[in-house]
């Protein structure tokens, strides 16, 4: 993985937005600006990091490189869960100080970050300061800007935009008392620091005629119903009956198509067939995502209170993550990670809680895969469970 982010910082700081490469590179352009800033410090260290020629280069300045600027960008997050126990009223607090404890030392983000190498604690922490920033009515258009900067770092979280939508509409451009109350003027400076931000993000590659090229690496539809490691959702269930029925349909005389046998199970990127089951569709997995997601929108536009919000940010994030189309198991930290916020807030959160973090914690060990790593992830694991899940169960209040 450090290889990939090596390349994007080569790529970054050699080609023109004009000019594309071999990789497949599925990141927005707000974190290929994020990149060119890093490469500016990278010449210094190591210049040959920048060789776009060069694939798979790892010297031992830059792997302490890519990991130092990982440790590093997460220093936002850790800004943004000292401003989240800041706010918090003192009644809470010790049980604020608590939910960010446990996401700073999270063993989701060691795995992916600091392991297998991403910069998801920085991504994480701009999310959690935009839901910061919108317990506040003062804060509220700032939070609404950063989210959309957010998307344009990474798209993934546009799974929980249909919230942030609902929570703005109803809070920041509507009136409290009546919804046909329309700000007008609080609409406009949202719309246009949206327009401003996504120009930014998009507008040099609509002007070099890229926009298609970046559609298509950015929702890369080819790729197949299910990711190479399964995440653990309806999808994988799905494919987990087709194989059993491959074994049953002979039997009972219905037809098995040879050629989806291996589709699912080859551990590659790429299109997805079943042998028995109906194939899946994309309309399908989205007309079925927005439907999940409808279910707390509803709720948030009628009680638009930002535990609510926040609430509806974790079931936008589950219902994509159990019905979104070829989703990675690491996926489950935006589910993970807003509902960290509101896991004390009473035990029956904390009931919820307990079994999601076991659990999806555990769905993200195929990330690391050699014996080497093995006993790292088993034992900070449980550590990590142990000791979070024990104070939770202490502190949580009736």
Request: charged share 15%; with cysteine.
């Amino acid at each position: 993985m450090p290889y990939i982010y090596t390349y994007i910082k080569s790529l970054a700081e050699r080609l023109p937005p004009k000019e594309t490469s071999e990789w497949t590179l599925d990141y927005p352009p707000f974190f290929a600006y994020f990149e060119w800033l890093l490469s500016q410090f990278a010449r210094v260290g190591d210049p040959a990091l920048l060789d776009v020629s060069t694939l798979g280069y790892d010297s031992w300045q830059t792997v302490y490189f890519q990991r130092a600027t990982v440790i590093v960008s997460e220093l936002m997050l850790v800004y943004a869960l000292n401003l989240f126990v800041k706010t918090s009223t003192s009644a809470i607090r010790q049980l604020a100080y608590a939910s960010a404890l446990s996401i700073l030392l999270s063993p989701g983000l060691l795995i992916i970050d600091h392991i297998h190498f991403q910069y998801n604690g920085f991504l994480y922490g701009v999310l959690i300061l935009s839901l910061v920033l919108a317990r506040k009515q003062s804060t509220l258009l700032p939070s609404g800007l950063l989210f959309a900067a957010l998307l344009c770092l990474k798209h993934i979280y546009l799974y929980l935009a249909p919230a942030y939508f609902v929570y703005l509409l109803r809070v920041y451009c509507l009136g409290r008392r009546s919804i046909f109350d329309i700000r007008l003027g609080n609409a406009l400076k949202l719309g246009t620091g949206l327009l401003v931000i996504f120009g930014i993000a998009l507008g040099p590659f609509l002007y070099y005629g890229q926009s298609e090229q970046l559609l298509s690496r950015l929702f890369p539809f080819s790729r197949g119903l299910c990711h190479a490691y399964w995440a653990p959702n309806v999808w994988a269930m799905y494919s987990f009956a087709d194989r059993l029925l491959i074994y049953v349909a002979p039997r009972v005389g219905v037809t098995v198509d040879r050629t989806a046998i291996n589709s699912v199970t080859r551990g590659l990127v790429g299109d997805t067939s079943f042998a028995v089951l109906p194939n899946v569709s994309p309309k399908t997995t989205f007309i079925l995502t927005i439907f999940f997601q409808i279910i707390c929108l509803v709720k948030l536009f009628f009680e638009p209170t930002w535990d609510t919000f926040v609430g509806a940010v974790t079931l936008c994030g589950y219902a994509s993550f159990l019905f979104g189309w070829h989703v990675h198991e690491k996926a489950i930290l935006l589910v993970v990670i807003p509902f960290s916020l509101l896991a004390l807030k009473d035990r029956r959160y904390l009931g919820a809680f307990r079994p999601l973090a076991v659990a999806g914690h555990v769905s993200i060990f195929p990330l690391l895969f050699t014996a080497a790593e093995f006993p790292i992830k088993i034992v900070y694991t449980v550590f990590w469970l142990i000791l979070f899940l024990l104070t939770f169960d202490r502190l949580a209040p009736a």
